[in-house]
């Protein structure tokens, strides 16, 4: 059974650093597209970043450019979103996520409906 299970979440001062992990089982994730997605309360859901499936591409939302960064160990079925000077704006529960298709994924990453597999979600916590 497909299974994804986020961990690493916890709560930080800004300016601090989180490193989330997505373990995935029950399929092989290096067949797969990926992505973290996010959702503060009372707002939807947000496409944050996503990978290609051998790692050669990467996708950022324009609100973490140049601060997170998602890597992929293939052989170890895990992702990860590397997040560093975080903001109270950060602030949300993240998600991993499995695309359904890699086709045009840059045209389509940031889609929820893109996605068929997501994990349970770790919370993110950024005080000022």
């Known amino acids: 059974q497909v299974q994804l299970v986020e961990s690493g979440g916890g709560s930080v001062q800004a300016g601090g650093s989180l490193r989330l992990s997505c373990a995935a089982s029950?399929?092989?994730?290096?067949?797969?597209?990926m992505g973290w997605f996010r959702q503060a309360p009372g707002k939807e859901r947000e496409g944050v970043a996503a990978i290609f499936v051998a790692g050669s591409l990467t996708y950022y939302a324009d609100t973490v450019k140049g601060r997170f960064t998602v890597s992929r160990d293939n052989a170890g079925d895990t992702l990860y979103l590397q997040m560093d000077n975080l903001k109270p704006e950060d602030t949300a529960m993240y998600y991993c996520?499995?695309?359904?298709?890699?086709?045009?994924?840059?045209?389509?990453?940031?889609?929820?409906?893109?996605?068929?597999?997501w994990g349970q979600g770790t919370q993110v916590t950024v005080s000022s």
């Open positions: 029950g399929y092989p994730l290096s067949s797969y597209c």
């Open positions: 996520a499995r695309a359904s298709t890699c086709y045009s994924y840059g045209a389509i990453w940031s889609k929820d409906r893109s996605y068929d597999r």
